[in-house]
């Protein structure tokens, strides 16, 4: 070591001295194993001046050989005793960079090979800044713990002002080099290589130190890129991109890269417990607590198996809480695939240190983009790292769930196919709040506002808007895990030697993705052909992203007499019931769509499974449609332990849970938590909802919407119809059951749902709601109802109470609970039939439906501005055409006489006022449809648009 350097080195002892404490793991000489007569030269990791510097001062505390010393070894003695293994640190992952071995090393191991007496040995140094970060107990501290990055300059200077008293030094074994050669000499000459050999011992003791002292790797940026783009998919994707761009093929390869880096997560573990410590902060602020139900199904399903979990999108909260939850139940965060718009300054970055990693809307014409995610995403896979992302592809504004988007499903089929070798195993995560910060902004997108862009001023807007608010409790239930091999088996039985065939002919030509195609399985052009175009049809809508201590509580329970109804089967076999197997589709490409779709609808539904019913539920339930938003406190209280106890004896799923709560506690907590105000009163207090919480009162109520969807619409048809029989109510209610599944991704299966009916008949009665004809004993309704059904099943005859008993009212709020699905429906197939067959396309006939609700909306004012949601009308056109009521013929709805008495059975569920609003609004003139003022104009379609979409298709000739 020249005489500056041995100067400068004495500056800064005095210096790193004021900063450092160290202890050095083993702490006595002796167990090092070194032997002093023969040189000894130390190997540290990463070219650091602050760990040579460490390294010096317990070499010279312990009294080892000091690495500032010379190094004698022969005819050119080494000025210093200590080499970095790699001098260029991480490689750069937008270029390829091997590692460069140190020239010391070299000149080392060039002289043992020309001297036979001598012998160096080589000692790893390990050195780590601080404890392990899930030890740490600040974020600040959290963030800057030794990981496995290497750190620039300013970062290593702030790790060591802030975690230099806790600096740990480890030796390893020392390598004599004079062992490596006796070794290397028995191998053939063109594999001997004595320099590479040295280096991966090194690499591979410093990988053990590092996992032992801050866990395991988990970084992909650095590590998975250069894999990614070496995937034979890509490097063909990027001969097409430089042939179509006529650009040299390193310039795509750097298209390739920079794309690769745009999506890879940065996951760093010393975030996630950054991440743990300011999360769990925040969740003590904003809520009363997180209870977690079910999670011990997530480790019984997953041993073994790559686990996707598919929560649903309330909120932006979704992807943080839920990786909380996962972390603090001991297993590993998620990797979250997060939309592009989340990808802002700042933001993005924190959110890729905690596992995300993002994607485009589209990638329609994105050709490279779609090879370079598909491959990433399969990565990431076959590595057994766990993913989440949320198929209804956006947050809800309406609080419903939202149809499956198939993209990322059919990607993630897609690689299981490529390397079947691990079970997938998918697991629906619902999530229920008593409040979202985003309810604001969902009303005034609903009302027509457009969707604001994220900003990271926005950003900053929004937390300040939350300080100081309280969110209530949050609820986090799994639902029943979904094994993919078994939606394979049971929606296309020859997906193993079709699909996996094909992807094995596509790796023959260099795949990496591992395996060997079952034998005697032949590959076939049209399955390749039919696999690989579903997977690069892409992402054709977004998928946002978005991670308590809490333990399943008594606040809420699962239904305690779930066991005692038939109808409640176990979840895999009401899917296996449920699940219309399809006809048998032409291709692997048909079928691989087929399966997908399939995929998704069990997924939505799994989500609905697992409901949980909170006190802002019950609340919201029960007031719909009172008049100025205010009710009686006992009639609230004793309509809201109504619903309780129609959702505990006719539980929806057995995996509901439903708030332990009774009426005038849910009242309680819901004047707590600011939903409501109490006005006392002499004949009896009222409860008025608060004004600016009025419009987000549907959202939760549609969160649960689907718990009484059957005796909802048992009362509407009891009050509707005076002397109803049980066979019109059957007919009536098979008939809406579709609508009523598409809407709200209904879990039933077909057979089930006379049984249904039955018990929510008894219910009902045994309750008094419902009288049946001849029953006088008022203690025993449910009793002689079940003995007349047995004499007269079909024309016993259900009526209501008289209007002047409490239980009519009852009944009456219970019935309001389905109305606007119910107007939904009628809406549209009056807007079909008033318009004629053949007139309107599907696009057509949604948009006219739109208009009318709008109208509708205005003039009735129907509970919140969700009734006019276009995507519940979507659901209305499709499942039309799926239930064979209208056909589409020439790009237009064609529909006989069986949708025109489907009309006419609006009598029976719609009140007077509301059946004739719908029949003047169906009956309106074309022209005035084409003619008046477009309510839709505040939309981010233009109104010239929208009105074109609403004139009538020409026939084709």
């Not at 167990?31 to 190997?43: E, F, H, Q, T």
């Not at 028995?186 to 053990?208: H, Y």
């Not at 009639?635 to 505990?648: H, K, Y």
């Not at 009526?799 to 009852?810: D, V």
Request: charged share 25%.
């Amino acid at each position: 070591m020249r005489a500056l350097d041995r100067f400068i080195l004495a500056l800064l002892r005095p210096l790193l001295r004021l900063v450092v404490r160290h202890r050095s793991l083993p702490d006595d000489p002796d167990l090092l194993g070194i032997d002093r007569s023969r040189p000894v030269c130390y190997a540290l990791h990463i070219r650091q001046l602050s760990a040579f510097l460490v390294l010096d001062d317990v070499a010279r505390r312990l009294g080892l050989p000091l690495p500032s010393a010379p190094l004698d070894v022969g005819a050119a003695p080494e000025p210093s005793s200590f080499f970095f293994l790699t001098r260029s640190g991480q490689p750069s992952p937008l270029r390829r960079n091997p590692y460069e071995y140190s020239k010391r090393l070299e000149r080392l191991i060039a002289a043992v090979e020309a001297d036979p007496a001598l012998d160096v040995q080589v000692v790893p140094v390990s050195i780590f800044w601080g404890r392990a970060p899930d030890k740490q107990d600040s974020v600040l501290k959290a963030l800057f713990a030794d990981s496995w990055v290497a750190p620039g300059f300013l970062r290593q200077a702030l790790r060591l002002l802030i975690h230099g008293r806790q600096t740990q030094l480890s030796f390893g074994a020392p390598i004599s080099l004079r062992a490596v050669l006796r070794e290397c000499a028995g191998e053939p000459v063109e594999r001997r290589s004595p320099l590479r050999r040295v280096g991966r011992l090194l690499r591979t003791e410093f990988r053990r130190e590092r996992e032992l002292a801050v866990g395991p790797n988990l970084s992909h940026r650095q590590t998975l890129i250069n894999v990614i783009v070496d995937a034979p998919a890509v490097r063909c994707a990027i001969d097409e991109e430089a042939g179509r761009r006529r650009i040299k093929t390193e310039q795509a390869e750097l298209a390739a890269r920079r794309i690769a880096y745009e999506i890879a997560s940065d996951y760093s573990y010393p975030f996630i417990r950054a991440y743990d410590v300011a999360l769990g902060a925040l969740w003590n602020r904003m809520y009363s607590g997180v209870e977690v139900h079910r999670f011990e199904d997530i480790a019984q399903a997953g041993a073994g198996a790559e686990i996707v979990y598919v929560p649903c999108h309330r909120s932006h909260f979704d992807y943080l809480l839920l990786s909380y939850v996962i972390y603090h139940r001991g297993l590993l965060p998620p990797h979250i695939a997060a939309g592009g718009n989340l990808n802002l300054p700042v933001v993005g970055a924190l959110l890729r240190k905690g596992g995300a990693f993002f994607l485009r809307r589209s990638f329609k014409g994105e050709a490279l983009f779609a090879a370079v995610f598909k491959e990433y995403l399969h990565t990431i896979m076959r590595q057994g790292f766990p993913i989440e992302y949320f198929v209804e592809g956006g947050r809800s504004r309406t609080g419903r769930m939202l149809p499956p988007k198939t993209g990322m499903l059919g990607m993630t089929v897609d690689s299981h196919l490529r390397a079947p070798s691990r079970p997938v195993v998918f697991v629906p995560v619902y999530i229920g709040y008593e409040q979202v910060f985003e309810g604001d902004s969902y009303v005034a997108e609903l009302s027509g506002q457009p969707k604001r862009k994220e900003t990271l001023g926005g950003l900053l807007r929004a937390i300040a808007d939350i300080r100081g608010r309280r969110f209530g409790k949050v609820h986090v239930n799994i639902g029943e895990p979904i094994r993919l091999d078994r939606v394979l088996d049971a929606h296309w039985p020859d997906w193993r030697r079709e699909a996996v065939a094909a992807a094995r002919g596509e790796a023959g030509d260099g795949d990496a993705s591992g395996g060997d195609a079952p034998k005697g399985e032949a590959s076939g052009g049209d399955a390749r052909d039919g696999v690989a175009r579903g997977v690069e049809s892409g992402v054709e809508s977004g998928v946002e992203s978005g991670v308590e201590s809490g333990v399943e509580s008594g606040g809420v329970s699962a239904p305690a007499e779930a066991a005692q109804l038939s109808f409640l089967e176990d979840g895999s076999d009401r899917a296996e019931a449920t699940a219309k197997r399809p006809s048998r589709p032409d291709g692997p490409a048909d079928r691989r769509e087929a399966t997908v779709k399939a995929l998704g609808r069990e997924i939505v539904t799994h989500i609905n499974d697992a409901l949980v019913i909170n006190p802002v539920n019950l609340l919201a339930t029960a007031m719909q449609g009172a008049s100025r938003q205010a009710m009686d406190a006992g009639r609230l209280a004793e309509q809201i332990d109504l619903l309780a106890s129609l959702a505990g004896r006719i539980p929806y799923s057995r995996r509901q849970q439903l708030s332990a709560m009774d009426g005038a506690a849910v009242i309680a907590h819901a004047q707590q938590q600011g939903w409501i105000e109490r006005i006392a009163h002499p004949l009896g207090d009222i409860v008025r909802v608060v004004p600016r919480q009025v419009p987000l009162l549907a959202y939760f109520r549609n969160n649960v919407l689907h718990a009484w969807a059957l005796p909802s619409l048992v009362a509407c048809l009891v009050l509707r119809d005076p002397r109803i029989t049980i066979a019109r109510m059957r007919e009536l209610t098979r008939q809406l059951f579709p609508f009523l599944r598409a809407e709200m991704f209904l879990s039933w299966p077909e057979a089930t749902l006379d049984a249904r009916v039955d018990a929510c008949i008894d219910l009902l009665a045994e309750l008094g709601l419902l009288d049946v004809e001849g029953a006088v004993e008022a203690d025993q309704p449910a009793t002689r109802l079940r003995e007349f059904a047995l004499r007269a099943r079909d024309g016993a005859l259900l009526l209501a109470p008289a209007p002047n008993r409490r239980e009519a009212l009852a009944l009456q709020g219970l019935a309001r609970v389905i109305s606007q699905p119910l107007e939904r429906y009628f809406l549209t197939v009056k807007a079909l039939v008033g318009s004629g067959s053949g007139t309107l396309s599907p696009a057509a006939l949604e948009e006219r439906c739109v208009l009318l609700a709008e109208r509708f909306a205005y003039l009735y004012e129907p509970d919140g501005p969700d009734f006019t949601d276009p995507v519940a009308f979507r659901s209305v056109v499709t499942t039309l055409q799926e239930a064979g009521l209208a056909q589409l013929r020439d790009g237009t709805l064609h529909f006989g006489p069986p949708l025109q008495r489907s009309a006419r059975d609006a009598d029976h569920l719609l009140s007077d006022e509301v059946r004739s609003a719908i029949a003047h609004a169906g009956a309106l003139p074309q022209s005035d449809l084409e003619h008046a003022p477009d309510l839709g104009a505040h939309r981010t379609k233009p109104a010239a648009r929208r009105r074109r979409a609403l004139r009538p298709a020409k026939p084709r000739r």
